[in-house]
């Protein structure tokens, strides 16, 4: 509720938060897990305090209807973008879904698997960028590269709408807004962001992760670019 009431302050449209988390490893204790339906529950709260439409990742096809009762926007995840059966679901359910592309797959891959969403009779698909795996980066910490001409492409080739995710894509806060700010001028219409009270102290994905201030400081420049964009036009 905190992140929540905070982020709308500082400009946020929309509230993602994971209920369902998948991780590279598979390791969970007691001070570090999922909380399943509850963390939907809490979603739901944040949604009715602050009016913030919700998106929440849903990774196993037997879970759909559950997390769609919840959320007002269905993620798919970069690692089951190609999960056939999932998307056949979730194109059923008739929620917004919010499509990463997975870090291994082309243009022609992501669009196809937007195609099943379509084809499934959901025409309400958003994609998200979120970096392309390549066998090293300047940084032995920065994950993936943004594929910034992916934006463009998806303009030229789809009417669909397109999101970049700077954070899960660098994976360090630093490299968050630059990445923000030539996402919105190549054209996407909008960013997905990790932020948190106190980034040191968060249990994942604390080095991409944005305080508040930074956060504040963030969409301010972002809405600059963007009227300068619409200006422009």
């Given at each position: 509720l905190d992140i929540a009431e905070n982020v709308k302050s500082r400009g946020?449209?929309?509230?993602?938060?994971?209920?369902?988390?998948?991780?590279?490893?598979?390791?969970?204790?007691?001070?570090?897990?999922?909380l399943g339906e509850e963390g939907l529950r809490y979603l739901a709260e944040a949604r009715e305090?602050?009016?913030?439409?919700?998106?929440?990742?849903?990774?196993?096809?037997?879970?759909?209807?559950?997390?769609?009762d919840y959320a007002d926007i269905l993620q798919i995840g970069a690692r089951n973008m190609q999960n056939f059966p999932l998307l056949n679901e979730v194109a059923r359910v008739q929620k917004p879904v919010l499509l990463k592309r997975h870090f291994g797959c082309s243009l022609r891959d992501w669009l196809g698997a937007a195609e099943y969403l379509l084809y499934g009779g959901n025409p309400n698909?958003?994609?998200?960028?979120?970096?392309?795996?390549?066998?090293?980066?300047?940084?032995?910490?920065?994950?993936?590269?943004?594929d910034m001409q992916a934006v463009p492409a998806v303009h030229e080739f789809?009417?669909?709408?397109?999101?970049?995710?700077?954070?899960?894509?660098?994976?360090?806060?630093e490299l968050v807004t630059p990445i923000s700010l030539g996402s919105i001028a190549v054209g996407a219409h909008g960013i997905i962001l990790d932020v948190h009270p106190n980034p040191a102290v968060a249990?994942?994905?604390?080095?991409?992760?944005?305080?508040?201030?930074?956060?504040?400081?963030?969409?301010?420049?972002?809405?600059?670019?963007?009227?300068?964009?619409?200006?422009?036009?």
């Open positions: 946020a449209n929309v509230l993602r938060g994971g209920a369902y988390k998948p991780l590279t490893f598979p390791y969970r204790s007691e001070s570090f897990f999922e305090k602050t009016g913030l439409p919700i998106v929440t990742e849903v990774m196993d096809p037997r879970l759909v209807d559950l997390v769609a698909v958003i994609l998200c960028e979120r970096g392309i795996a390549a066998p090293h980066t300047h940084h032995p910490n920065s994950r993936s590269i943004v789809t009417h669909l709408p397109i999101i970049v995710d700077p954070s899960h894509s660098t994976g360090m806060w249990k994942c994905d604390a080095g991409q992760a944005l305080n508040f201030e930074n956060f504040r400081n963030l969409t301010r420049k972002v809405r600059a670019v963007s009227d300068a964009m619409i200006s422009e036009a």
